[in-house]
RNA sequence: AAGCCCGUAGCUCAAUUGGCAGAGCGUCCGACUCCAAAUCGGAAGGCUGGGGGUUCGAGCCCUCCCGGGCUUGCCA
């Protein structure tokens, strides 16, 4: 049987290519050869404040991204999070084996709470749920950037534990670690590209084209390097989306030819934005069209369905056990 | 449950005794730039958390509600 894979995603804001171009083309890239299983996860978007009449239409309309990116229902699952309760019942269970202490320890949820008035114990408790996703379907992989790393090494802690307590039942999930795209935002190069930090910091994968050129036309660059000099964070930025747009598109040529003129100091920036808004599109165009298809054949909730299904099984067989092996409830 | 403090533009905060709701940052447009940034010029942006009241006049005073923070409790 396949290694197993778990990853998830918030249905908060829309997909942008720096999820893109770091995640989501890895989740479909180990769909071969893997056992995926892909998760909507609304119940980690209400860690914070979420408006109720958006979070459902959020949800089926990150799925449909995902769907439209290449995430394929007949070889992976793909669910939304709450569709499948059982995860909210494990993470209660694995709550009782995590230490405070070690969720104290979290560096996002220092990040995270100091940003918001209200600060809600679920925002503290999400890396125990983050755990039951994972451990839920007893998954041996999971894809995570950099910043998921310290919340993957805790739902090992919490396998861990768990098996020590009450008898070996979860495999310690690996990371995979992806290709280290990390895309940083094109009006601050000094961050990494994300959707808190507002529009005009990341480029959405459904985004209008002309939306697109404009902010590709508006990263910041640099004031002019001499030939020989390291570039800039900027520039690197616009290479390195530039380098992944080229190799999904198998044009291997361009990215070589505008470094070698970046060497010599005789590349106009402006031509690096514009062949990087070009390429860009290349890879986006498809998919912004798939996803049209997609919407107009209009079966997302079924696929969503089904994928549920298929999820409950696992979990609920998972459930079964943990039940067992800890002694809860009256009936056997 | 009680006490105290807080809520003003997207964000951080001003507003004299109760007297025209403002600034900085951000956003949008323009100039400059190979493109941008920075800089300069311009613009948009508000039910002052909500309801009721006092007053000629309320962001400011009274009252109730909602939300948040701190403190001391109560119940499970």
Redesign the pocket.
């Given at each position: 049987m396949a290694k197993r894979v778990f990853s998830g995603i918030q249905p908060t804001g829309t997909l942008h290519i720096g999820n893109y171009l770091g995640a989501i083309r890895n989740w479909v890239d180990l769909q071969r050869g893997h056992d995926c299983i892909y998760c909507v996860v609304d119940y980690h978007a209400i860690t914070i404040d979420v408006d109720p009449k958006e979070l459902r239409a959020a949800s089926r309309s990150m799925a449909l991204d995902l769907l439209a990116c290449g995430v394929d229902p007949e070889r992976s699952i793909l669910f939304v999070q709450a569709d499948v309760p059982q995860h909210t019942e494990l993470s209660w269970i694995l709550g009782c084996v995590t230490s405070y202490g070690d969720l104290a320890r979290m560096t996002q949820f220092k990040d995270k709470s100091e940003k918001q008035?209200?600060?809600s114990a679920g925002l503290f408790t999400y890396p125990i749920l983050q755990a039951a996703d994972i451990l839920i379907y007893k998954a041996l992989g999971v894809p995570v950037g950099e910043d998921q790393v310290q919340h993957l090494e805790l739902s090992r802690r919490i396998a861990r534990r768990f098996n020590a307590r009450f008898g070996e039942l979860f495999p310690e999930p690996e990371p995979i670690v992806t290709k280290g795209a990390r895309i940083m935002s094109?009006?601050d190069p000094a961050s990494k590209m994300s959707k808190s930090a507002?529009?005009?910091?990341y480029v959405g994968v459904m985004e209008a084209e002309s939306s697109i050129r404009?902010k590709?036309?508006?990263?910041?660059?640099?004031?002019?390097l001499t030939p020989g000099e390291a570039m800039?964070a900027?520039v690197a930025n616009l290479f390195l989306i530039l380098e992944i747009a080229c190799e999904t598109l198998g044009d291997a040529a361009t990215v070589s030819e505008l470094k070698a003129e970046f060497a010599d100091g005789r590349?106009?920036?402006?031509?690096?934005?514009d062949t990087t808004f070009e390429r860009l599109m290349g890879v986006l165009r498809p998919i912004q069209e798939r996803r049209a298809r997609i919407a107009a054949a209009g079966d997302v909730d079924d696929i969503l369905a089904d994928g549920a299904r298929r999820a409950s099984a696992i979990a609920s067989q998972t459930m079964r056990e943990v039940r067992d092996k800890v002694g809860l409830g009256a009936a056997a």
């Open positions: 008035e209200f600060v094109l009006a507002g529009p005009t910091h404009k590709v036309r508006s990263a910041v660059t640099d004031v002019g800039s900027g590349l106009l920036y402006s031509q690096l934005k």
